[in-house]
């Protein structure tokens, strides 16, 4: 078993003080046993903001690609640059629909877990 991180030691501990009092007498479980729990949970959450983090990185990158001006010597043509811009414009729309959809998603699936708890 790893050791848990100093922000779950001082949790743990702020939580048995609050139940048992500054000299934790009568305390039937180890300070280390009660971190480890909320190590598990911060570990489980920073888990989660890192799988958040890739998904913004790759919305953002999609994105400015699709917004960067296109090469002027490959499009030439006023017709060729409207359906390049529209294309552009449609697969934007289509990469910010698919976000708010998993945020409206994850959000009702959070509610409905705060619901439940």
Known sequence: MSTPAPLAVVTAEDILRAIYGDDLKGCPVTLDSIAAIIDRALQQTAARNGEWLELYE???EAVHI???PPDKTKVTEPAELQALLTQRLDAINSVT???ISTLATVR???AGGEAAE
């Open 108 to 110: 009702s699936k959070k």
């Open 66 to 68: 699709l917004s960067t």
């Open 58 to 60: 790759k919305v953002v």
């Open 97 to 99: 629909t698919k976000t």
